[in-house]
């Protein structure tokens, strides 16, 4: 397994919540940064209560800011946001699954651009963001989907790991572990 | 994890590189400089709009065919979808540039990366709306002249009711249907309005500062490019603008860590237009 370098998280909006409640999870110190898109309409605010309960900074990035570990970036209203390397970039292309911020645009771009050094985190519920998972793992990143149902419906293979939310801390500590057991010669 | 994935990453990565490398040779359109994850995306999608297997096929028809590079050009632009598609720029343009345009005699605009001109026009509505129409010259330029034979046709998708509820939401004054004539799905906007905007075939990335301007409205569109070019279209953007002179760029475009992020004031409560004070 190589080091871990990002953890992307995609929700539809119905996850909110259960998206707040997951960002609390996480420890002070992360070591990573976080990059999250929620399906979101133009006026929503959403950076102020998603990080009420949360111990990292959580932002709407400009774009080609750079992407600092222990922070959450979250994707603005209207754009989609994409990871490339150690930057965001935002885009204004097309929404897709009628929704821009898109979930597959950020699951996508992680893929390309940290592989099999990325961590992707799906709250399932929407179309949006199962073809962008399914990218990422087979670039050899790990991924997870949180809900009662499978996010691929029927015909996706069943590779890809279920969550609950009560199991989501669980998947977290054990990326988290892998990078400290990796000794670097 | 090394699976067939990676493999087929790099594989794909490489054809992408061969593909930009042939345009950039054979059509002087060099998009290496492009925002990298963006332009996989765009691509991708081409290539599965033109039904291509691969990044190779795509790469033998565009060096060979001049309409498949205008088509691969028009995938990866992304043009403002209609009339005053972000209202709140154009409000604050009405509130805080306006009122100091009025006080200069003469005011030349230039809109950098215009697409198919929905926000040249709705630019062009508003310095009517004001009065300044007699004393602007607003100048539109992109690098795509498929795009831009568009937009000089005046021909826009007839707006929508929420098209013109944002309308009335950035200031306008009248009714946005008293601008355009209605054929069918299409709207014919004003000739007076079209027939004073010039046009102008420009590229960002390798053409220089072409006139000194008052203002310089790019929104979202060096959003497409990666951080080195980036930065050097400001320095060209900077070259272009008067002492004085306003920029306005898109709602999360910063003028952080470009070259002359000293030399502008940021007009608060505004969104992102800036004042070149230096």
């Not at chain 1, 800011?65 to 885009?91: F, Q």
């Not at chain 2, 198919?116 to 026009?121: K, L, Q, W």
Request: hydrophobic share 45%; proline share 6%; with cysteine.
């Amino acid at each position: 397994m190589s080091p871990l370098g990002l953890l992307v998280v995609g929700a539809p909006r119905a996850a909110a919540a259960d998206v707040e409640s997951v960002l609390a999870l996480l420890p002070p110190h992360l070591a990573v940064p976080v990059v999250l898109a929620l399906h979101r309409g133009p006026l929503d605010a959403l950076a102020a209560p998603l990080g009420r309960r949360c111990a990292l900074p959580v932002v709407e990035p400009d774009d080609k800011d750079l992407l600092v570990p222990g922070a959450v970036y979250l994707a603005p209203a209207g754009y989609h946001l994409l990871v490339d390397r150690g930057s965001v970039a935002l885009s204004v292309e097309p929404p897709e699954h009628g929704q821009r911020p898109g979930l597959d645009a950020l699951f996508e771009s992680a893929a390309d651009s940290h592989g099999p050094r990325a961590a992707g985190l799906l709250f399932a519920g929407h179309e949006d963001g199962v073809a962008g998972l399914h990218a990422l793992q087979a670039r050899g990143g790990r991924v997870a989907v949180v809900g009662p149902h499978p996010a691929g419906g029927e015909g996706e293979d069943g590779e890809m790991e279920q969550l609950t939310l009560g199991s989501v801390g669980g998947w977290l500590a054990r990326l988290a572990y892998v990078p400290r057991s990796k000794v670097l010669p | 994890m090394t699976g067939p994935g990676a493999r087929g990453a790099e594989l794909e990565s490489l054809e992408v590189d061969l593909l930009l490398e042939g345009v950039a040779r054979q059509w002087g359109f060099d998009l290496r400089s492009r925002s990298r994850p963006q332009l996989l995306r765009r691509l991708r999608r081409h290539l599965r709009e033109e039904r291509l297997d691969s990044f190779s096929a795509l790469q033998a028809r565009v060096l060979h065919d001049a309409e498949a590079l205008d088509a691969l050009l028009r995938t990866l632009s992304c043009t403002a979808p209609a009339l005053f598609s972000e209202a709140a720029f154009f409000r604050d343009f009405r509130a805080r540039v306006v009122p100091v345009l009025r006080t200069w005699p003469s005011v030349r605009v230039w809109h950098a990366g215009c697409g198919t001109g929905e926000d040249t026009y709705a630019l062009a509505i508003l310095l009517q709306e004001e009065g300044l129409w007699g004393r602007c010259r607003l100048y539109a330029s992109d690098a795509s002249e498929g795009l831009l034979a568009d937009a000089r046709t005046g021909v826009l998708p007839l707006p929508t009711q929420e098209d013109a509820q944002r309308y009335l939401e950035a200031g306008g004054k009248a009714a946005l249907s008293d601008y355009y004539t209605r054929d069918g799905n299409w709207a014919l906007l004003q000739p007076k309005l079209r027939d004073s905007i010039f046009f102008t075939q420009h590229n960002l990335a390798t053409d220089g500062s072409f006139n000194e301007f008052h203002v310089i409205v790019c929104r979202d569109t060096l959003l497409t490019f990666n951080r080195a070019l980036h930065d050097h279209v400001h320095g060209r953007l900077f070259e272009s603008l008067a002492r004085f002179g306003f920029l306005c760029l898109g709602r999360k475009e910063s003028l952080t860590r470009t070259p002359h992020a000293g030399a502008y004031e940021v007009l608060e409560g505004c969104g992102r237009i800036f004042r070149r004070v230096a």
